[in-house]
């Protein structure tokens, strides 16, 4: 059985899910078991609900640059899905 860290992380994700938010961004340490275990299964929640998800494994070493170009691409993706949802192309 998973600890209750990995269970809270899908928990929190799929309430947000519940409660229609437009995705959701999982900030984890680099080396973490628990957030590893827990991204594991962010795909099968994606889908489910159909939800973007996008996690950000963080160290020292993580750059300003990459994480701004991936949170841009991730702020058009949520769009995209927004606008496929209300029908408007």
């Known amino acids: 059985m998973w600890g209750g860290t990995v ?28 957030e590893i275990v827990a991204h594991s299964v962010f795909p099968a929640i994606s889908k489910d609900y159909d939800m973007p998800l996008l996690t950000f494994y963080l160290d020292e070493l ?18 995209a899905y927004s606008r496929n949802k209300e029908g408007v192309l």
């Open 62 to 79: 993580s750059g300003e640059a990459g994480i701004q170009t991936r949170l841009e691409a991730f702020i058009d993706l949520i769009a």
């Open 7 to 34: 269970r809270r992380r899908w928990g929190c994700t799929v309430g947000f899910a519940q409660r229609n938010y437009d995705g959701v961004i999982q900030l984890a340490p680099l080396t973490c078991m628990p």
